[in-house]
């Protein structure tokens, strides 16, 4: 089989700092009262922030979707980074306390998210894939879910890999959801690196201190390019492009794919040594 390779893959590494940023990088997702949603084309992601605070916010029925409600045709999945909260699908409530993960079904019609606490508003991470079939709603407790230790305190990389979504757990159409934690004093998350074409994937940093960073590494193995990433910012990672980061201290993100193919092990290895 032919691959065509994306013009995009083959430019990025001439992209001035403004220009990467612009096309890999989104920040400003959660905003105290408001749900804000961005637009991917790869994979028709859609992912954004949502912050109740006083009163509930309302999945919307957006325009651009062509369709009665938000997920007649998708699914998603969302992660509480906040104070506890509450999901409300379809008349049946769902506490969300701190990761706790909801998966949403296709053809869910009514979703909105409430803080329980307003001066501890919850922080809902939301990712939406389309759907080519039905499963039904379902709550993942945090504290249930299984974390497992990989890498070392001699590389600097000892973390611990949770599975929330994931199809040994439950079937979904696309979508793969989780969350790495470092260790501290760790700081490189997934080595080596490796790029996966079956499917896209989107990663969003969280707990990381105040005037720290994380360094990312994007692009096709040969050509790499970094990211500053602050507190709260996600990284759009296309198939053809590596994701690995390296912290000014440890930190936290999700991790959430879509594509043709859900197995988790299903990578192409971008080894340490090869990188350019």
């Not at 961005?38 to 006083?54: K, N, Q, S, Y």
């Not at 998708?74 to 008349?91: F, H, K, Q, S, T």
């Not at 794919?257 to 990188?275: I, K, R, W, Y």
Request: charged content about 20%; aromatic content about 10%.
């Amino acid at each position: 089989m032919h691959y065509r390779t994306p013009s995009a893959s083959q430019l990025v590494g001439t992209y001035p700092t403004a220009q990467l940023r612009e096309e890999f990088l989104a920040g400003g997702l959660f905003q105290a009262g408001a749900a804000n949603f961005r637009w991917w084309e790869t994979d028709r992601t859609i992912f954004g922030g949502i912050v109740p605070l006083a009163e509930p916010l309302v999945l919307p029925d957006r325009p651009e979707l062509r369709s009665a409600f938000f997920l007649e045709r998708r699914e998603a999945g969302a992660i509480n980074l906040g104070g506890p909260g509450v999901a409300r699908v379809d008349g049946v409530e769902y506490a969300l306390d701190t990761q706790d993960t909801l998966y949403l079904g296709r053809g869910t019609k009514s979703v909105s998210f409430a803080s329980r606490d307003p001066a501890r508003p919850a922080r809902i991470w939301f990712v939406s894939y389309p759907a080519h079939a039905t499963y039904p709603v379902r709550l993942i407790p945090g504290k249930d879910v299984k974390g497992v230790r990989l890498g070392s305190r001699e590389s600097a990389n000892e973390r611990i890999l949770h599975k929330v979504i994931y199809p040994d757990a439950f079937p979904t159409c696309q979508i793969v959801m989780g969350f790495t934690t470092m260790e501290p004093g760790s700081v490189w998350n997934t080595l080596p690196p490796h790029t996966h074409l079956r499917r896209s994937e989107v990663y969003l940093y969280y707990n990381v201190p105040e005037n720290n960073a994380v360094m990312h590494f994007m692009g096709p193995p040969q050509a790499t390019r970094h990211l500053v990433v602050r507190n709260l910012e996600a990284v759009l990672s296309p198939p053809w492009s590596i994701h690995s980061g390296c912290g000014t201290a440890a930190y936290s993100f999700v991790w959430v794919m879509g594509g043709e193919n859900q197995e988790f092990a299903d990578m192409d290895s971008a080894p340490v040594a090869e990188l350019r």
